[in-house]
């Protein structure tokens, strides 16, 4: 009960017929109230174990001033729900072994999206011919990604493309392909899930389903997540508030899944500037280990859109307070005509060789 | 040096008399150029040392068609594209007789959501009981807004609502209910659809398909939207660029549906202002013309959040050419606990006709 | 006094000593205070004459969960201060005979810079000798702004530029001829004040001055030009809150000049958009209106970039309830080498008899 | 077809082999190319139809120094025009021996505001019979400091405030004051100057100028301490962009003063969060290293807004590559009564230690 909190402040010259009004019309929301007689101003606060949204509408009636509120909207996401944990820990979200919000950071890698080559080249799509000779580049990261001490496997097989006629990802022959790298390497692997129609059977093939930041308010598809039970990666939406991101959160914990892990991918930026392709928000860290009780990590490829940011923003994210990173990789000196995705931000082999090791040597 | 960076695109036109202008101005500048005359294009580069701003200057010059701006990625959308409409004349999207971008503004009213009233308090789901003694505030707002003269109704039936403990329509029985209110009064009418699995049934009952701001990028909604070929309604997304909003338009027009209106409905304010919902983006409009040949409207009260803020917002929405208006009403006097869904921005139908009037008065 | 806004929202397990040092603190502050003590929560609201910012420092106390506070900072430019206007009316700030927030628009026009052709050719600072030779094309814009009806005329002698390599006006030359043409035309003149040690200068030539959107909390030369108690023009910073603006205001009054006009000039683009200068901003006037009784003018070219955009945003402004605007011209057919500052913006007297015309259309 | 927008500008030193590497890249990807040998550069424009996104892939291939940029405006700031200093290398500024941009970060703390206490209260101007009985905090800080490692004393004596009713600052006796504990301590000291008509008395008490992010683009201050030839610290304007902010450095330089370190200070936040005072934009360091050649440190205080989010964000600004760091510190368990200026961001000496020990834990 934090009804406290919400207050009507009245205006100076609010006549009591304003004032019976308003306590009339908050009773029939079916709440007690509390009036407070100031120097020369009066308060009205709303009392009862269940305040709806409507108790905002009465800010309209005549004679109000204000309405003050400061309870948080969002309830089992947030850290005051969840008193067993102390200050500062976080819940541990546990994917076939892998413990988000435990000692060490949790580093994901792998491609960007799962692609195919056919005769060398990469195809938007695969026929039956054409499934029995590609290559998926994605084998050789992830065996690579395992020997240099990733915890998971990320790639995307439902991509979502600002243009139609980008790369759409493989479907369902990019989740076998991933489940099989996975099964390989002994890495629990994460990909993208965007259609409601799609979470039971993405949550078949994969570990963990992340909510991409353009999805962050697609509630339905929240809900749907929700009910696999299956972990959910929920990355921040593109210019979303904290608040509107927990509220995201509490969709899916509100179907009975509270196996969530929060990710900071940044923001659009507000200064048009030309450079990144996101704003860095890893200050957010700090404020949401106050908030909630859910572990949160960070993309530092989404935000820096260009290889030779991803480092400094990887160690940035960390020293901020995030319990892991998911960095997108590919085939050390790929050549641009080779990847359909996300080329430009994608670390090579040997330059995530050279970040895990300042990772480990400040971390573990 | 990087004069190469820099180049003037000719008007496939261009005379040689403007050419030499451009070239004869270059130099007055103090500068040198290349002429290159491409496959079907010519170009000029200007050179030198030092190239102030002044050269911007020189985009104004008769035969000039841009001066170093970046390839846009839309196409089916673009302007280019449709060369049979003048310059400023848009497509007509006709929805049962309505004509958006024809003579005269479009009006588009009625609730924020089709809601039941049982015992005289709304409720947040109907049982079968309920039902039968429901009342419906649409019924009575329908009418009042077809004798005020407007075109077409609106009402949601499936609301995605920032907290899961918000209302969040009455879905199927709210579709019938529209339909039903729509049938009356002979007014089209329009509702948002958030499912994928849900967009058949929702063009079964509806003139006219909303995609609300929350979904501008979930592209199979687009796609599935496409795809039924009705009249769509395409909000802008909350933070989303011009680009990024014509390429969700360009996701439903490569399914073969190019019935779209494009809708202004605020972006989030840049500078934490604490007034209003959305700041207004009426300026995009100008831009809209140049780019594409659809149609678009504006949404003052998803911008203003507060009804007396909604008047000025409609005039200044059209007086910055949007070819329509889509506005929240409520009945006359209702009673805030009586609402469930954006009371605090609904104008009441006395407000609305005087508005009417104002609207009449300058584009009739 | 608006003490009872404030309020200490008091932790639940607040324990009676944590109450006891925030009481004695607000004492020790020279203030009073009043306990409540609700279901479950215990507020403490301060009361006093005069309460200071120092007051938020306590919200680091030990068992203060949060500090409301409502109240306005601003208090000399607050339309509560000032009840002899009626709601919706603003002060009259008198220009020369020229009425801000009186019954019509007030147009002010004219070019960005004064500037001089000498052989033809602008150049960036004067020699004495070629002042002798030196055309200056204001003269000719003001006789034409004159004839359509314009109500002042506008003219950068001293231009704050991003770029120190650009046009940075011609100075106490340019004043003069400004003064002169306005004395011409009987048109009274506005014009940017930089530095707090120009002040007095250029208060001695123009009728009005201006506070550029650069400096708008330069609060030395805010103070400087309320000393001088002439007309004051202030522009909104590049992305400034409306409490940032109205305090810059409230610099000037509290230096005894009341006699201040607000301008809104847009903000910076928060969407990363690549059209337009700015974002307008014209739906914070409406706010205004409640906040301040200050009348508040638009600039529709700073928010334009670009001249073709000029006429449908000076109507959303009107629309919005702007009580003027300012609007750069230049001469008819000016090449674009032979204007220094804001060409592409600039409207062309034959494009602004049109505005004009629609303006006298709606507004007389 | 817009194909000549589109340019590929090699390296100078671009080998034959690198360009017919990118030759077949673009032939791979179905376009024809046009190649033109400029005056001392070559530029490769891919031709065709349909240029899809995967052409900017190219931009990472050997020898290719960009894909359509526009031209920088800055000039004597620029990397480009220091070859001197290798790749992540910056000038050296020296404060009396204090080296930004060498080895070590250095670290700048003190007070917000020099003040000063008489009978236990900090008053807001001094009078002659107060001085003589005042006591200044700074002096215990600035020792306090000293013992710590800290490198330079800050403090405010001319204080830009939102509110004109705000503490000012001391003004000429808060500039003794400071030079004073400087002397005392051996630490050069820095402060911040607001008004052209300051700049050279401020210049005789302080080793090292501070524009505040207010005043960033008050053009006749910059040029004013570009005269003084003191080594000034230039904080990034609020919603600056990069190219604005070394446009800025640009007007210093331009006076002959080169002594020039830049301060990341946040930028306000766009997505209306209410947590922290701004939003951090470590990530700009990255960027600045690769565009100029001078170096920059971070103020997380300002970012802040709150003491306990000052270490996490000093560590992430001290990842992302800044070399050094700005902190506002007060007296240990002073009383919020007792401080007028920044109390709630200001860090103890205690936990100032702490953050020390970190710092040289792992930079040392």
Redesign the interface.
Known sequence: ?????MVF?LKKNATETEIDNLEQ?IL??GLKY?L?I????I?I?P?GDEI???I??????PGVE?Y?K?QK??KLVSRDSHTQYNHNQTRIVDVKGVKFGGDKPVIIAGPCAIEALVDGKPVHALTEVQSENAEYPIFEIAREMKSLGADMLRGGAYK???????FQGLGLEGLKILKQASDETNLPCITEV????DAEKVAEYADMLQIGA??M?????LKEVGRTKKPVLLKRG???????WL?AA??II?EGNDNIVLCARG??????????RN?????????LRKETYLPVIADPSH??GE???IP??A???????AQGLIIEVMKENA???E??CD??QSLMPSQMKELMSRIKK?YN
């Open positions: 009960m934090e009804e406290e909190k402040i019309a029939s929301l509390r407070v100031g120097v020369d101003r308060t606060s009392i709806g949204t409507q905002e509408n009465l800010e309209a009636m204000a003050l400061v909207p969002y979502p493309r600002t243009s139609p006629y980008d965007v259609d409601t129609r353009r999805n308010e697609n509630f339905e598809l593109k210019s979303s508030t904290m608040k509107e509220l509490e969709y509100a923001i659009k930026n507000n200064v048009s500037e030309e450079y990144g704003q860095a928000d890893f200050d957010i860290i700090y404020e935000i820096g290889r030779g940011r400094s923003l160690m940035s994210a960390l020293a901020s307070g050549k641009p005509v990847v359909l080329f430009k400040e």
